[in-house]
């Protein structure tokens, strides 16, 4: 098992994880892609550290996962927040709803 | 004083000759203030009076000092000179100063007191002109023209102030410009001028590429060098000699350029007194003064021809005139043919001699009839008579200066015009019977002079008024013109032919003839190298001269006051010979049909090329000019604009485009984000493989 295979599942999972935040309209299925995009990081840490080669004592990649959890949490935690005041203004949570940046 | 005594001549001459400018600049430049035009005449009347005193003081020291000896003071030699052209090489450098000899001073004195007593006349004379300044200015200028002509050494600049002098004859002679005559006779005069003035150009240019010099002092080594050695270039000198002789010909009216000297009487008659009687006229005998040396006996024996010509020409016409002022036009061109006669003989001294004298007694004459034609408002000799009574003083002097014309014994003319003859005969002696008649010419001419004189004066001062209106209204003229009358009657009775006393006693011709050079004089006599005439000869002239004034007086008083026959009988009798001489020979008829013709005719011809040519090829580049500004218009529109155009089409077309990056759609900058990312990754991936 090289870590090429790892690898792969992680660049495989980060595409679809862009694609889902790009190809959506529903803000919960955008938050989705989000949380695919932050696994697939988490598991390419995970496969560097096992496949390093060298002392696997120190727990980083497992450690460097469980934060990337917390963050993930806190992420989709605020992101819900934004997702309650777009809905605030808007009738639905379509992204394609607040336009205001554009000209 | 002390200043006076350590003053260099050149000084003095610098001072004399730039007072007068000083005046004229004064005037004009003052032109319009209250002083000048009340009082316009004050300032060049002191400027003049200045130089006639210190000309006097010049030729005191000059003379004192130097005596027959022959005096030359040359400020190019003494190292104060003005370099007029100077091109860094030694190719063409012309330096121009000032000569001081004994023609010179002389020449100073009689411009100087002429011009002054002229000055003093026109105050009474020119009363109430409407420019009054102006006239003064003009005196004062032509004052320093003259001046400057007489003091120089180079003949480039005296051409200069010849030039000037023609000038400032236009501007008096065409004073009164608003009446018809002398804006005419102004022209008419410059234009003769001109006319000689070619030849006298074209001769400076001959003599500078022979000699390579103009300077007069130079110019007589090199000239007595040149035949010395036997260098016979004579037909080249020659020539130019008769070139330079153009310029005294038109200048002193000589006979085929005589034609604008009764024509300027139109001019008021103080500028007649000075500039056509005293001054200007000679500057041309002046200038054959000054060149002696340089003309071969050829070029004297034409000089000595025209001067012949014209002394009879313009005595037979001044007999037929009823205008006062044209008869002594007349006059004048008659003695100033006397006084080339007389330089044409080898008669130096007594040609410059008459010079002097005929300035005094004819600016007498001048302003006599100015004076007379101030009293009776007319110059029609017709309506004058017996004026004698009403204009005492007039009369007098008029009458003191016409014996010194005739050449009355003890009068100034006098002696110059005895010795004219006296040269003239000697002249004849030595030659063929064709050299006597200079000397035949010029006796019946003082026979034709006194006549016309007499006849002047009989129809002028004696008889009976035939115009009584104007006689009731004549007037003696104030002192400001009698002054100078009595003045130069005075100068013309004491004559300066008699020793001066004051000058050690030397004889003014002599003083006049020391430094002139004998050379050619030499040459035209041969072994009698003996200018100073004989004893018999002298008595022989004066026994002539008896003859002639016997000879006149006697016609005229049979003509005029017997009246047997009566002058009308004469006239009927030989209407033809009058048809001819107040038709003035037809020269002037002559002239219009020749030369103006043909400068009329080759001015047309101009006028062709002119219209045709010159101005085709101006409107041609100016279409073309057009044009060119078309093509240049459309290229700035199209290119250029269009250059700046794109740009602005670009940025907006491209800022349009990139505008819809830009949707607002949080998604698609996600997109563009991680695209980003791809394309920077694939980058380094085939930067460094």
Aim: charged share 10%.
């Amino acid at each position: 098992m090289s870590i090429s295979h790892y690898v792969f599942i992680s660049t495989a999972l980060f595409v679809l994880g862009v694609f889902t935040m790009v190809a959506r309209r529903n803000a919960i299925y955008v938050l989705m892609g989000a949380e695919l995009i932050v696994n697939a990081a988490a598991l390419n840490f995970v496969a560097f550290w096992r496949h390093k080669g060298a002392e696997m004592t120190q727990m980083s990649g497992q450690m460097f996962t469980i934060f990337i959890i917390i963050l993930a949490a806190a992420e989709a935690a605020v992101a819900l927040g934004i997702i309650l005041q777009i809905y605030h203004h808007f009738p639905n949570i379509d992204v394609t709803g607040p336009k205001s940046l554009s000209q | 004083m002390e200043f006076f005594n350590t003053m260099q001549p050149v000084g003095y001459a610098l001072a004399i000759l730039l007072l007068p400018l000083l005046a004229f600049c004064f005037n004009a430049f003052t032109y319009r203030t209250g002083f000048t035009r009340r009082h316009g005449h004050r300032v060049p009347v002191l400027a003049i009076f200045v130089a006639l005193l210190l000309s006097l003081s010049l030729f005191d020291k000059v003379i004192l000092d130097h005596g027959q000896e022959g005096f030359t003071w040359s400020s190019v030699e003494k190292g104060f000179y003005w370099n007029v052209v100077d091109l860094g090489t030694n190719a063409l450098q012309i330096k121009a100063g000032v000569l001081i000899d004994n023609l010179t001073v002389v020449m100073l004195v009689v411009v100087t007191l002429v011009s002054f007593l002229v000055h003093v006349y026109s105050i009474g004379y020119m009363h109430g002109d409407a420019r009054f300044p102006r006239f003064f200015a003009f005196l004062a200028l032509f004052s320093f023209s003259m001046l400057g002509l007489v003091l120089t050494d180079n003949l480039l600049v005296l051409f200069c102030f010849w030039e000037l002098v023609g000038f400032c004859s236009y501007l008096l002679i065409g004073f009164w410009f608003e009446q018809d005559e002398p804006p005419k006779a102004s022209v008419k005069a410059f234009m003769v001028n001109r006319f000689g003035d070619v030849g006298f150009l074209i001769g400076i240019l001959i003599v500078y590429q022979m000699f390579g010099t103009l300077d007069v002092g130079e110019l007589k080594t090199a000239v007595g060098f040149h035949n010395a050695t036997g260098l016979a270039d004579g037909q080249l000198l020659t020539l130019a000699g008769l070139l330079l002789f153009c310029g005294p010909m038109a200048k002193s009216a000589q006979f085929p350029m005589h034609v604008w000297l009764p024509d300027a009487m139109a001019g008021p008659t103080p500028v007649s007194a000075l500039i056509h009687a005293a001054t200007m006229v000679a500057a041309g005998v002046y200038m054959v003064g000054r060149m002696y040396y340089f003309f071969t006996p050829p070029v004297l024996m034409f000089i000595a021809a025209i001067g012949t010509m014209t002394a009879i020409i313009a005595a037979s016409i001044g007999l037929v005139h009823n205008n006062i002022k044209k008869v002594l036009a007349y006059s004048t061109c008659s003695q100033l043919g006397y006084m080339m006669l007389a330089l044409g003989v080898g008669g130096f001294g007594a040609g410059l001699f008459h010079l002097y004298t005929h300035a005094f007694f004819k600016a007498c004459l001048f302003l006599g009839a100015g004076s007379v034609i101030h009293a009776v408002h007319t110059e029609d000799l017709r309506r004058m008579g017996g004026l004698q009574h009403k204009l005492p003083i007039t009369y007098r002097t008029f009458m003191v200066a016409t014996l010194a014309l005739a050449g009355v014994p003890f009068f100034s003319g006098a002696f110059s015009k005895e010795m004219i003859i006296e040269h003239a005969i000697l002249w004849g002696m030595h030659g063929s019977f064709a050299h006597w008649l200079p000397a035949i010419i010029a006796c019946f001419g003082a026979v034709l002079t006194l006549f016309y004189m007499m006849r002047l004066i009989h129809l002028t001062f004696w008889g009976e008024p035939r115009d009584h209106h104007a006689y009731e209204h004549a007037h003696e003229s104030p002192a400001t013109m009698t002054v100078p009358l009595l003045v130069l009657a005075f100068l013309s009775f004491v004559s300066v032919g008699w020793p001066i006393p004051f000058v050690g006693g030397h004889k003014l011709p002599e003083l006049l003839a020391a430094p002139a050079p004998a050379r050619y004089v030499t040459e035209l006599f041969g072994e009698h190298a003996e200018h100073h005439a004989s004893s018999w000869l002298v008595g022989l002239v004066f026994l002539i001269s008896l003859v002639i004034l016997a000879v006149g007086w006697t016609l005229f008083t049979a003509v005029y006051r017997k009246r047997q026959p009566a002058p009308e009988w004469w006239v009927a009798k030989f209407h033809w010979g009058y048809d001819l001489l107040s038709g003035l020979y037809y020269i002037d008829e002559m002239y219009q049909a020749t030369i103006v013709r043909g400068g009329n005719f080759v001015c047309s011809l101009f006028r062709v090329i002119d219209v045709h040519g010159v101005d085709f090829m101006v409107n041609f580049v100016g279409t073309l000019g057009q044009f060119l500004a078309k093509l240049q218009g459309v290229f700035d529109r199209v290119v250029v604009d269009g250059l700046v155009d794109l740009w602005w089409h670009l940025s907006q077309g491209m800022s349009k485009r990139l505008r819809r990056i830009q949707t607002g759609n949080v998604q698609d900058y996600l997109a563009f984000a991680v695209g980003g990312m791809v394309l920077v990754f694939l980058t380094f991936w085939f930067l460094n493989p």
